[in-house]
């Protein structure tokens, strides 16, 4: 018999709270009439409400379904979620993993920055919540009711650190977890979202579903950032043939039998001379593996657009 108590953070005053790995377990969880609190849902969870909650800062793993902060202000958080909504709120600052578009209501002075963060069992929890570490529209906000001549939101600093905003636990049961807001270390690739590209050419570069997608994707990364270029945008999404000749166009025939195996995951870099970087790092670092890379500086940007106009009507539906 779950008891709600055990799933719930009431009327607390300047405390440090907290769930670790493993106590939520996917249970519903409600935060409500905190004031000056630090508050830390190591775990994932069906739903999480926060209400009337002033000055808090606050950590919630991975939700399978929303996130709804209503009645909030001031407060600092780092959330994982498949929707996020706010109503009623006035300046919260978010590190923001979201699946699909963030939704924000008679809210203002929010600010959005990418989730960046690591421990241990994070990846298990993202997968239990059913959440793909590649599916995160954190800057792509949608202001339910927008003021005309104003702006309700925008994007925390480039050079935002986490600690800064939510600081690592300080009470003895919740610093068993080990931590780390190492941006290089974070489970969620960090993208620069709707931020200002500081090139014009992008890059797209496909995996396909096997034993190491995930790795390699990373790796890719890890290779592209490492040498300046810039991750844009990420996405885990399921083709089929016809979108497959949509994408891939003339290349289509070659990628069609490996999408039969599971979804796809692809990666947008931007940065002059991205394209060349792009394809001579996947002939040597993956060379047997089959990875889809823009062919030229010319194509690329058409099929940027081409993979993430399919991606987003897949992601509405």
């Known amino acids: 018999q779950v008891d709600p108590k055990d799933y719930t953070f009431s009327g607390l005053k300047d405390e440090t709270v907290g769930r670790l790995p493993g106590k939520v377990a996917g249970q519903q969880f409600v935060i409500q009439d905190c004031e000056n609190c630090s508050i830390y849902i190591f775990d994932h969870s069906a739903t999480i409400t926060i209400d009337d909650c ?11 379904g929303s996130v709804f902060f209503r009645d909030c202000k001031d407060c600092k958080c780092i959330v994982a979620c498949q929707q996020f909504r706010t109503r009623d709120c006035k300046k919260l600052e978010v590190f923001l993993c979201c699946a699909t578009q963030p939704i924000i209501e008679s809210s203002t002075g929010m600010k959005f920055g990418c989730f960046q963060y690591y421990y241990p069992e994070l990846a298990l929890q993202f997968k239990d919540a059913g959440l793909s570490i590649f599916n995160n529209t954190w800057s792509n906000i949608h202001d339910f009711t927008p003021v005309s001549g104003e702006n309700n939101w925008g994007l925390l600093p480039e050079d935002a650190v986490v600690q800064d905003y939510v600081p690592l636990p300080s009470s003895e049961e919740l610093k068993a977890v080990r931590i780390s807001t190492d941006a290089t270390r974070s489970i969620i690739p960090i993208t620069r979202g709707r ?4 090139s014009d ?21 890890d290779e592209m950032t490492g040498k300046g270029f810039q991750l844009v945008q990420t996405k885990e999404v399921s083709m089929k043939a ?22 796809v995951v ?27 890379v823009s062919e030229s500086k010319a194509s690329a940007s058409q099929d940027v657009d081409n993979f993430y106009n399919f991606a987003d009507m897949q992601m509405g539906m």
Not at 54 to 64: Q, S
Not at 206 to 220: I, M, S, W
């Open 266 to 292: 692809a990666l947008e870099f931007s940065g002059d001379g991205a394209v060349e970087a792009c394809r001579s790092t996947v002939n040597d670092v993956f060379s047997g593996t089959k990875v889809f």
């Open 242 to 263: 016809e979108d497959a000749h949509r994408v891939f166009q003339q290349c289509a025939s070659e990628f069609i039998p490996l999408l039969e195996k599971g979804p």
């Open 54 to 64: 002033v000055n808090c800062r606050i950590f919630l793993g991975p939700i399978k």
């Open 195 to 198: 931020r200002q590209k500081n």
């Open 201 to 221: 050419e992008s890059c797209l570069a496909v995996f396909f579903a096997g034993d190491y997608t995930t790795a390699n994707a990373r790796k890719l990364i």
